[in-house]
C-alpha cells in the first residue's frame, strides 16, 4: 500500500502547480476576510452553496486563508491529501469486505490492493481532487466511507456492540458528512445496497433488517421526499424535473464510459455543453440509454445471486447519484459527482472477479491466475498511462485553457476560460477576440459584454458594443454566473483610477440596468452591495446607505442590513443605524448560522452609537 501512494504522489505532482479554476474564486474570494480572527468564523458559517452552509468544508479553507489567492499549491496539496486517505479508508473497508466472504487473508489482501490501486489513479477523479472547491467532495466522502467503515465492523462482530458502533458510525457520516457537502445523506442508501447484495444472506437478521430500514433508507428517505414535495424551489428553466432525469440517463451512461474506458480526450471539468433533452423521441440516444439502464439494472437484479458484486457495484453507482443525477434542478453534468460512485463500481467488477477466484480456489491453475494478473496488470497501466496525460493537462491555467477550447468546442465556460487566462496575462487582443466568438456563438450573455468592458478598463484598444446595446443586454439577458465577478473587478479598477471609458455615471447607469433584469434578481443583494460602495468610491455617502433601502429589511440577510448599518452610521444617520442593528438583534434567534460570527462586531457597534447618540 505504501508503494501504491509513492506511486501516486510521483505521478500527481504536475497537478499541484495548476491555479484556481471556475467555482473555486465564488466560494473562496471571502477567504479575504478570514484572515482575521473575527472575519473567520464569519466565512466559515456564511456559506451560501446550500442552506447548511458547507461550514465543515469552508473551515478547512480558512484554515489556509493565508495563502489566498496568491498560492493554490497548499490548497491543492491539501486535496490530495484528503484523497489519499479515503483510499486508506476504502483499502479498509475492502479488507472487512473480503473477510466477511470468508476468502483467505492474501485473496482479501490481493483484493483491497487492486480496489485501491484502481480508484486512486482513476483519471475521473483528479478533477475532484485538483479542482480546489471540490474539497467539499472529498471531505464529504471522507465521512461516508467511515460510516460504511463503522457499518462493516460492526456487523461482523455479532454484537450488541456492533449495532451501537455502527449506529455511531453513520451517525458521523451523516452528521459531520452533510456539513461538509449534502451528498453525505446518501451514504445509507449506500450502506443498504452492501448489506442487501453482499451481506444479508450471511449475516442477516431481522434486527439488522430494521437496523438498515430505519438508519440506512430512512433518513435519505425523508430528504428525498421532502425535496420532492418542494420540487418548484429545485427546478432550473432549462428544463423540467421529468426532461432532466431523460438527460441524466445519457450523463449516467457517459460517467459509465469514462470510469471503465476512459481516454484523455473524454476526460475534462468543463461539461457545460451537454445537451438538455426535451422528450424520448428528441433522439435515438435518448431511448437507448433509458433502455440500456432499465435493462441493465433489471438484469442485475434477476442474475443478483450468482453475480452478487456486479449488482452491488452497478446499485451502489446509482444510489451515489440519486441526489445530483436525477429530477433535481442542479447543472446536467460534473465529473466530480462520481468520486463516491465510482468507488462502488470498482469494488463491484473486480470483486467479482476475485469470488470468481475463491470459487476456484482449489481448482484454479497457475496459468489462469497468471492470466487474470496478466488482464488487470495490463487494464492498470492503460489506466496509468491516462491519468499521467490527463494530469498533466492540470499543470498549468494555460493548458488547461488550450485543451479545453479544443477538446469542448461546445463549451461556453472553456472559452470563458480561456479568455479570463489570457487577459490575466495581458494578452488583452486574445482575451477580446475569444469574448467576441463567446458572443457570436452564445450571444444574449450579460457577462461577455461585462468581459468587454472590464478589459477596456486596462486596453483603450478593446472595441464595445455601444451604450445602448449594453443597456439593452443588461436589461434583459440570461443570467451568466461571470458577470457580477466581471463588476467587481471593475469596480476595482475605477477605485484604482483606471476605466478612462467607463465613467461613474455610465457604471450606475449599467449597473441600475442588471438589477432590473430578474434573471439575476437572486443576486439582487450583492448587486446593490456593490452599487453602494462605488457610490461610497465616488463620496456620495448618503446615496451610498439609501441605494441599500430596495431591499425590505425583513426578508435582507443580516450580512447585508450590517453593511447598511455601517453605511447609515458613516453618513451621519445614527439613530437609523443603530435601529437596524436593534432589528438585527430581534431576528438572531431566526438565523444563527449568519448571526454568531457577526455578534461582537454588532454588539461593539451598537455601544459606539449608543454612547455617541447619549453625548449632548
Request: proline share 4%.
Amino acid at each position: 500500500m505504501c508503494c501504491i501512494i509513492g506511486l501516486y504522489l510521483a505521478f500527481s505532482q504536475p497537478g499541484l502547480s495548476g491555479g484556481f479554476i471556475l467555482d473555486d474564486w465564488p466560494n473562496l474570494t471571502g477567504l479575504e476576510q478570514a484572515k482575521t480572527s473575527q472575519g473567520f468564523w464569519h466565512y466559515v458559517f456564511g456559506g451560501v452553496s446550500s442552506t447548511l452552509g458547507r461550514p465543515l468544508s469552508l473551515f478547512s479553507y480558512a484554515l489556509q486563508a493565508h495563502d489566498w489567492p496568491g498560492n493554490p499549491y497548499p490548497f491543492k496539496l491539501a486535496g490530495m491529501a484528503i484523497h489519499i486517505v479515503n483510499a486508506c479508508l476504502v483499502f479498509a473497508v475492502c479488507l472487512l469486505i473480503g473477510k466477511l466472504q470468508d476468502w483467505p487473508v492474501r485473496l482479501s489482501a490481493q483484493f483491497s490492493i487492486v480496489v485501491t490501486a484502481f480508484w486512486l489513479f482513476l483519471p475521473l477523479n483528479i478533477s475532484s481532487v485538483f479542482y480546489v472547491v471540490q474539497r467539499m467532495t472529498l471531505l464529504s466522502a471522507l465521512f461516508s466511507w467511515l460510516g460504511v467503515l463503522g457499518f462493516l465492523w460492526g456487523i461482523q462482530s455479532n454484537k450488541r456492540l456492533g449495532g451501537v458502533v455502527a449506529t455511531f458510525a453513520m451517525a458521523v457520516a451523516y452528521g459531520l458528512g452533510i456539513l461538509a457537502k449534502e451528498n453525505a445523506v446518501l451514504t445509507g442508501l449506500e450502506v443498504a445496497v452492501l448489506y442487501a447484495f453482499l451481506l444479508r444472506g450471511r449475516y442477516g437478521s431481522k434486527r439488522w433488517d430494521a437496523w438498515i430500514a430505519m438508519v440506512c433508507v430512512l433518513p435519505p428517505a425523508l430528504v428525498l421526499g421532502y425535496l420532492s414535495l418542494n420540487i418548484a424551489n429545485y427546478t432550473r428553466a432549462e428544463f423540467t424535473p421529468w426532461q432532466r432525469m431523460l438527460s441524466e440517463s445519457l450523463v449516467l451512461q457517459d460517467y459509465l464510459f469514462k470510469i471503465l474506458w476512459p481516454t484523455p480526450g473524454r476526460l475534462n471539468i468543463f461539461n457545460d455543453g451537454f445537451p438538455a433533452y426535451k422528450s424520448l423521441g428528441d433522439s435515438w440516444l435518448v431511448l437507448e440509454a433509458n433502455a440500456f439502464w432499465v435493462v441493465l439494472s433489471a438484469a442485475a437484479l434477476w442474475w443478483r445471486k450468482k453475480y452478487r458484486f456486479l449488482a452491488f457495484g452497478l446499485f451502489w453507482f446509482l444510489a451515489g447519484h440519486v441526489l445530483e443525477s436525477s429530477i433535481f434542478g442542479l447543472e446536467l453534468y460534473f465529473e466530480h459527482r462520481n468520486y463516491l460512485p465510482s468507488a462502488g463500481l470498482i469494488i463491484g467488477l473486480v470483486g467479482e472477479l476475485f469470488a470468481w477466484r475463491a470459487r476456484r480456489a482449489n481448482t484454479a491453475s497457475n496459468a489462469s491466475d497468471r492470466l487474470t494478473l496478466a488482464g488487470l496488470a495490463s487494464i492498470a497501466l492503460f489506466h496509468l498511462a491516462v491519468y499521467g496525460a490527463e494530469i498533466n493537462s492540470w499543470r498549468s491555467p494555460a493548458i488547461q485553457a488550450m485543451s479545453a477550447l479544443v477538446e469542448r468546442p461546445d463549451s461556453i465556460r472553456a472559452h470563458q476560460e480561456a479568455a479570463a487566462f489570457f487577459a490575466n496575462s495581458g494578452d488583452y487582443a486574445n482575451s477580446a477576440l475569444i469574448l467576441n466568438a463567446i458572443e457570436k456563438k452564445w450571444p444574449g450573455f450579460p457577462g461577455t459584454y461585462s468581459q468587454l468592458l472590464m478589459l477596456g478598463c486596462v486596453d483603450d484598444h478593446v472595441m464595445l458594443p455601444d451604450k445602448t446595446g449594453l443597456i439593452a443586454r443588461f436589461k434583459s439577458g440570461v443570467f451568466d454566473r461571470g458577470t457580477l465577478d466581471a463588476w467587481n473587478q471593475i469596480l476595482d479598477f475605477k477605485k484604482q483610477g483606471a476605466c478612462r471609458n467607463l465613467s461613474w455615471q455610465d457604471f450606475q447607469v449599467y449597473t441600475d440596468a442588471i438589477t432590473q433584469n430578474q434573471n439575476f434578481a437572486f443576486q439582487m443583494e450583492d448587486w446593490l452591495a456593490m452599487k453602494s460602495l462605488a457610490l461610497d468610491a465616488e463620496g456620495k455617502l448618503i446615496e451610498a446607505a439609501h441605494c441599500l433601502d430596495a431591499i425590505d429589511e425583513t426578508a435582507a440577510s443580516l450580512d447585508f442590513l450590517l453593511l447598511k448599518a455601517k453605511f447609515y452610521a458613516v453618513s451621519g444617520l445614527a439613530q437609523q443605524s443603530l435601529a437596524i442593528l436593534e432589528g438585527m438583534r430581534s431576528r438572531s434567534s431566526a438565523n444563527l448560522r449568519q448571526w454568531l460570527p457577526i455578534r461582537a462586531e454588532v454588539e461593539k457597534m451598537t455601544e459606539q452609537l449608543r454612547f455617541k447618540l447619549s453625548k449632548p
